[in-house]
């Protein structure tokens, strides 16, 4: 996975997490909680190309969020974070075993908690695996077909 789109995730679970008032506030939040430098003009590009938009908070404070208009993009975006991550996928009884690429195994869950599959209780990422709980069995062997699926289109 490139800079570029570990960035970019980045960006969006920043934005998700917290109030971001200003491009100044969101590189500090990059460099202080993820340990990625980058400039104001990288963040400014970011943003657009992640369709980032200021809302209003009603008290003539703004923030920014995804925009409504991009989310097919954004929902594209988290997919495509999700597809270059993974390795492997299997089940066990209730549970989904998926394998990452070494440190994607947070991007992909970030990704694939976005995803909205059938039956998912919870999902658990260490550096490069995710655990996914499921109702049942049939959705844990379902949701490793899908992914399989996904995995064979790329």
Do not use: W
Not at 74 to 82: I, T
Not at 85 to 103: E, F, N, P, Q
Not at 119 to 143: C, K, S, Y
């Amino acid at each position: 996975m490139s800079v570029k789109s570990v960035r970019l995730q980045k960006i969006l679970e920043l934005i998700d997490k917290n109030r971001v008032d200003t491009q100044e506030q969101l590189q500090e939040l990059l460099f202080t909680q993820e340990k990625i430098q980058t400039t104001q003009a990288t963040i400014s590009r970011d943003i657009k190309e992640l369709g980032l938009v200021k809302v209003s908070d009603g008290e003539g404070n703004y923030y920014y969020a995804p925009g409504q208009r991009d989310k097919s993009n954004l929902e594209k975006k988290y997919r495509a974070v999700f597809v270059q991550s993974l390795v492997s996928v299997d089940y066990a009884g209730h549970i989904t075993c998926i394998r990452c690429h070494t440190g994607m195994a947070n991007a992909a869950c970030a990704a694939l908690d976005t995803m909205g599959f059938t039956g998912v209780v919870g999902t658990l990422a260490g550096d490069d695996t995710i655990f996914v709980l499921m109702r049942t069995e049939e959705q844990a062997r379902l949701l490793a077909d899908q992914i399989a699926e996904i995995l064979r289109e790329h």
